[in-house]
């Protein structure tokens, strides 16, 4: 199943990082440039790294110019992060290319690499939740409380999986079909952001 080794991933990567635990390590990726598995890996990566820093720039000692990098990194890695939902979109494009869809074939109100970036967020939600359900210093009362957050995400984890499951089987039996659109995020572009063209930055 498509989600199943999705999800294997996001735990292999999740489990990566933290054996390094450092915004700045580097990824090794195991899997074969190109290859799905490969794409996968990258997404999951790149949310990894983007967690701590929105951790991170939330301290509320932070140095106001570390705040203001950072602040540009996490614009830079949600730059990222949708070029490698598109990299997913356009793999799962040329794998479906040859099937022609029904005459009465549906649209998705989403494709399957958006649906699969909800999927990686979740899996490190479900991995720090757990973090705070083990937490030796935290209440009882605290752990209680996310222990039923995460009985929570783990549902909507088995739930977003077939959800998704069910779009590619859809696909493959074209009676869905993928539409792409290219995510144009004004603001990261000079020409279309009017504080930078309007200053000739």
């Known amino acids: 199943m498509f989600t199943k080794r999705a999800n294997e991933i996001f735990e292999e990567v999740i489990a990566d990082y933290h054996t390094m635990d450092c915004v700045d390590a580097t990824n090794h990726n195991p899997y074969e440039k190109g290859s799905l598995d490969h794409l996968l890996y990258?997404?999951?990566?790149?949310?990894?790294?983007?967690?701590?820093?929105?951790?991170?720039?939330?301290?509320?000692?932070?140095?106001?110019?570390?705040?203001?990098?950072?602040?540009?990194?996490?614009?830079?890695?949600?730059?990222?992060?949708?070029?490698?939902?598109?990299?997913?979109?356009?793999?799962?494009?040329?794998?479906y290319k040859d099937i022609v869809p029904v005459a009465d074939a549906r649209l998705n109100t989403e494709t399957p690499a958006w649906a699969i970036d909800r999927l990686s967020i979740l899996a490190l939600k479900i991995y720090h939740m757990h973090q705070e359900v083990v937490r030796d210093d935290a209440s009882e009362e605290h752990r209680a409380a996310c222990q039923k957050k995460l009985n929570t995400l783990l549902e909507q984890q088995v739930d977003l999986s077939a959800a998704i499951e069910e779009l590619i089987e859809d696909i493959e039996a074209g009676r869905k079909y993928m539409k792409t659109y290219k995510q144009m995020k004004m603001y990261n572009d000079p020409a279309l952001n009017p504080v930078l063209y309007g200053t000739g930055k």
Do not use: C, F, G
């Not at 570390?66 to 890695?77: G, M, P, Q, T, V």
């Open 42 to 95: 990258e997404k999951n990566w790149v949310d990894a790294v983007q967690w701590h820093l929105e951790d991170i720039i939330r301290d509320p000692q932070i140095d106001p110019v570390e705040a203001l990098a950072i602040k540009r990194r996490i614009d830079r890695s949600n730059q990222v992060r949708t070029d490698m939902v598109e990299y997913i979109d356009s793999y799962l494009l040329d794998k």
